[in-house]
C-alpha cells in the first residue's frame, strides 16, 4: 500500500489525496462572485461532487463515520481548544476569492444519482437541493477559516439562518449537470455571510437556477461557544459592495426582529385590514361576534395547515452528532409544499425561501413535530410558514427548532385564506409582510 504525505498530513488513501487535492484546486481558483456565470464544460472532471464535499467535511472536523464511535470522536475534539485564537486579531485576513467554490452535481453525467434528486413531476426534488447547499455552505466557511498547518479545524461551524433563496425556473432538470458556487460575502467576530448560486447546464452553458445566503456561526470544538472567525478583506470596488451589502442584510435581519408581531403590535395599516377582514366575515342576519360566514372562494386558516412526525435516526446526524440542518430544511420544505398543494389545489412551484431561523439544535432520538400553516395567499401565490419544535418524553415540554418561511406559485389562482381568531391574524400579517418582501426582491 503506497503512503502519502499530503501538506503534512500523512494517508494510505489515495482517492482521499485525490479528492482533497481537488478541492484546494478549487480554493486558488479566482472568485467569480455574484455577476460571474462559468459556462461551457471545460475544466468539469477537476471539479468535486457532493460526496467529496461531505467526506472532505469529516475530515476537517474528524468526525466518525459511524455512530457507535462518534462519544469517542467528539472526546477528541476537545483537545483543539488550545487552538482557538484569543482575539479576531490574532487571526490572518482573507480574501473573497480565498473561500471560493465551485461544485458539480453531475445529474446528466452520472444518471445513477439522479434517482435520489428525483420527484413524481420528473424534476429535481428542492428539498435535496437545500441539503446540498446547507453541507456546501459549511465547507466554504471552513474553507475561509483554514489554518495550513491544522488537518482539524478547532471550529465548530453550523448554520445559523437561511437569510434568502430566491430561484429564476420553475423546474430543474433531473438529466443535466448542476454546478454550485459560493464565497463567503461578509464576516463579523463570529458570524459568516456565504453567498451560493444554482446553475444548470443547458446547450453547453450554465445557466442561473437560483442564488441563496446564508448566515453561518463558529463555535468551539464542543460547539457549546462562540469562536473567532478570520476578518475579510474586500479587494475592489465590487467586493466593497458586496461586504456592504452584507452588512446591510445584518440590519435588515435585526430591524425586521424589532418589528416582529411578537414583540410589536400591528401597524395601525395591518390593524384596518384585520378589521375589514373581520367585518367581511359577520352574519349580517345575526350581526353577532360569534357567528362569522366565510366569504366566497375562501379557506378558513384552520382549515389550511398540515402536520407531520418525524423521528431523529442517527442517519441523519451532521458531524457534530446532531440532526443535519438539511435534513430539517428538506422535511420542512416538503411539508411546506404539501400544504400548498392541499390549499391551491394544483401543483406549487417554490418560489422564495426566506428567514429560516436555526433556535435550537435538535438532538438524535428526538421527536420532531412540524406544523405547515397557509398564512396568506394573493392570486397564484401561496405564503406557507412551517414550525418545527421538538417533544421531550422525559419532561414532556414542547422547544421550539425552526420557523421555515415558504414562497410558492400555483398553477391556478388560489383561496383566499380568514383567519377568525387574533392569533391567526398575526399569522396572516407576519404571512403578509414575508410575501411583500420577497416579490420586492424577485
Known amino acids: 500500500m503506497k503512503i502519502t504525505y499530503f501538506r503534512g498530513v500523512k494517508t494510505k488513501d489515495t482517492k482521499f489525496f485525490h479528492s482533497v487535492y481537488r478541492l484546494c484546486t478549487m480554493w486558488k481558483l479566482p472568485s467569480f ?5 462559468t459556462s461551457g464544460t471545460s475544466g468539469l472532471p477537476l471539479l468535486p461532487d457532493m460526496a467529496e ?26 483537545a483543539l481548544h488550545t487552538l482557538l485564537a484569543k482575539r479576531q486579531e490574532d487571526l490572518p485576513p482573507r480574501r473573497m476569492k480565498d473561500s471560493y467554490l465551485e461544485v458539480i452535481l453531475p445529474l446528466g453525467s452520472q444518471p445513477q444519482i ?7 413531476y420528473n424534476s429535481v426534488r428542492f428539498g435535496r437541493i437545500l441539503e446540498d447547499l446547507d453541507s456546501l455552505g459549511v465547507l466554504i466557511c471552513y474553507t475561509h477559516t483554514k489554518q495550513e498547518m491544522q488537518p482539524r479545524s478547532p471550529l465548530s461551524i453550523v448554520t445559523a439562518l437561511v437569510d434568502k433563496i430566491n430561484l429564476h425556473k420553475k423546474v430543474v432538470h433531473p438529466d443535466c449537470d448542476i454546478k454550485f458556487t459560493g464565497n463567503v460575502s461578509w464576516v463579523g ?21 437560483l442564488d441563496a445566503t446564508f448566515v453561518m456561526v463558529a463555535r468551539d470544538p464542543e460547539n457549546k461557544r462562540p469562536a473567532f472567525v478570520n476578518p475579510l478583506i474586500p479587494e475592489s470596488p465590487e467586493e466593497e459592495e458586496i461586504f456592504k451589502q452584507g452588512e446591510m442584510n ?46 366566497p ?5 384552520e382549515d389550511a395547515k398540515l402536520k407531520g412526525l418525524q423521528i431523529c ?51 438524535v432520538g428526538s421527536l420532531l413535530l412540524l406544523s405547515g400553516q397557509v398564512c396568506y395567499t394573493e392570486k397564484n401565490y401561496i405564503q406557507v410558514r412551517v414550525h418545527s419544535e421538538v417533544y421531550d418524553a422525559d419532561t414532556r415540554e414542547h422547544h421550539t427548532t425552526n420557523i421555515f418561511h415558504f414562497t410558492f406559485i400555483s398553477e391556478n389562482e388560489v383561496p383566499r385564506v380568514v383567519p377568525k381568531t387574533y392569533g391567526e391574524s398575526m399569522l396572516y400579517l407576519d404571512g403578509k409582510r414575508h410575501f411583500a418582501a420577497t416579490m420586492k426582491e424577485i
Open 53 to 78: 464535499v461531505r467526506s472532505r467535511l469529516r475530515d476537517i472536523v474528524g468526525a466518525s463515520t459511524n455512530w457507535r464511535d462518534h462519544v469517542q470522536a467528539m472526546q477528541e475534539r476537545k
Open 33 to 37: 462572485l455574484a455577476r460571474t456565470l
Open 189 to 209: 467576530k463570529t458570524s459568516m455571510e456565504v453567498k451560493m448560486h444554482m446553475l444548470q447546464l443547458h446547450d453547453g452553458d450554465y445557466c442561473p437556477v
Open 313 to 363: 435516526h442517527p442517519q441523519e446526524r451532521n458531524i457534530f452528532n446532531r440532526i443535519f440542518g438539511g435534513f430539517l430544511m428538506r422535511k420542512a420544505f416538503e411539508l411546506g409544499w404539501a400544504t400548498a398543494c392541499s390549499c391551491g389545489g394544483s401543483r406549487p412551484f417554490i418560489v422564495s425561501v426566506d428567514d429560516i431561523m436555526f433556535q435550537r439544535p435538535v438532538e
Open 297 to 301: 372562494n375562501s379557506v378558513w386558516m
Open 114 to 120: 439522479r434517482e435520489k434528486y428525483l420527484n413524481v
Open 250 to 295: 445584518k440590519l435588515k435581519r435585526i430591524d425586521f426582529s424589532t418589528a416582529s408581531l411578537l414583540k410589536m403590535a400591528p401597524t395601525a395599516e395591518e390593524r384596518n385590514i384585520v378589521h375589514d377582514i373581520f367585518l367581511n366575515t359577520l352574519d349580517t342576519r345575526t350581526v353577532s361576534f360569534r357567528s362569522r360566514v366565510l366569504p
